[in-house]
Nanobody, 125 residues
Framework: VQLQAFGGGLVQTGDSLRLSCAAS????????MGWFRQTPGKEREFVAG???????DYADSVKGRFTISRNNDKKMVYLQMNSLRPEDTAVYLC????????????????????WGQGTKVTVSS
C-alpha cells in the first residue's frame, strides 16, 4: 500500500489542524494505521493509531486533544489535532501495518511496514 500524508502547515498555539493520509493499492481495511511524528535528532514517536477493527490508541501527550479516524471506503485516515502546542511541532507521518484482528494495535514504528512521506506541522507560540 502507498501512503501520502497532507494537511500540515503553520499554526498558532491553541489552533486546530486536520491531517489526512490517502492510501492506494492493497486492501485498506486489512491495515491498522498509525500517525507518528519526528523532530530532528529524536526518534520517531507514536502519536495515535487506529486498528482495522477501529479501536484507537493515543500517546499520553496528545490524549484528549487529538482524534484519529478512518474511512475505509475512501481509503483515508485522519488526525484531528486541537489545542495545538509548540511541542507538537514535527513532521507527521502516517504508516500502515498489515495485521489480523486478534493482534493488538502497535506503537513501535518498527511494526509498521508502509510509510508515507510526512507532512510538516509548525506551531508557533
Amino acid at each position: 500500500v502507498q501512503l501520502q500524508a497532507f494537511g500540515g502547515g503553520l499554526v498558532q498555539t491553541g489552533d486546530s489542524l486536520r491531517l489526512s493520509c490517502a492510501a492506494s493499492g492493497g486492501t485498506f481495511s486489512r491495515y491498522s494505521m498509525g500517525w507518528f511524528r519526528q523532530t530532528p535528532g529524536k526518534e520517531r514517536e507514536f502519536v495515535a493509531g487506529i486498528h482495522r477493527n477501529s479501536n484507537t490508541d493515543y500517546a499520553d501527550s496528545v490524549k484528549g486533544r487529538f482524534t484519529i479516524s478512518r474511512n475505509n471506503d475512501k481509503k483515508m485516515v485522519y488526525l484531528q489535532m486541537n489545542s495545538l502546542r509548540p511541542e507538537d511541532t514535527a513532521v507527521y507521518l502516517c504508516a500502515a501495518d498489515h495485521t489480523i484482528l486478534s493482534v493488538p494495535l502497535k506503537r513501535s514504528p518498527l511494526e509498521y511496514e508502509h510509510w508515507g512521506q510526512g507532512t510538516k506541522v509548525t506551531v508557533s507560540s
